[in-house]
Nanobody
Framework: DVQLQASGGGLVQAGGSLRLSCATSGFTFDNYAIGWFRQAPGKEREGVSCISSSGDSTYYADSVKGRFRISSDNAKNTVYLQMNSLKPEDTAVYYC?????????????????????WGKGTLVTVSS
């Protein structure tokens, strides 16, 4: 079975940090870009960040550039999202997903939810 297990969410004060993890199994990790979407209450799901299968290409939404950093550990089939300088507007359920490629024109860039695989979300709450 394909699994993308997100973890690491929680409650943090504005300006704080969290690191999300997406542990994957059931598919060939090296063949997919992995990344994160988020959905805030009352808003549509949006692409946040992704990393290519080789790890040499990344994408960040404008709203998180300079604050979030995505990385991958291919030995562990896991992707991480380090989130710094968190703001209340970062409050959302964060979902990891796998798709064909990462970058401009990708599902993350286009906020397109027709990715190959979805994981369950993890809630991030940033208090002011």
């Amino acid at each position: 079975d394909v699994q993308l297990q997100a973890s690491g969410g929680g409650l943090v004060q504005a300006g704080g940090s969290l690191r999300l993890s997406c542990a994957t199994s059931g598919f060939t990790f090296d063949n997919y870009a992995i990344g994160w979407f988020r959905q805030a209450p009352g808003k549509e799901r949006e692409g946040v960040s992704c990393i290519s299968s080789s790890g040499d290409s990344t994408y960040y939404a404008d709203s998180v550039k300079g604050r979030f950093r995505i990385s991958s550990d291919n030995a562990k089939n896991t992707v991480y999202l380090q989130m710094n300088s968190l703001k209340p507007e970062d409050t959302a359920v964060y979902y990891c997903a796998a798709d064909g490629f990462c970058g401009y024109g990708s599902s993350w860039d286009l906020n397109y939810d027709g990715v190959d695989f979805w994981g369950k979300g993890t809630l991030v709450t940033v208090s002011s």
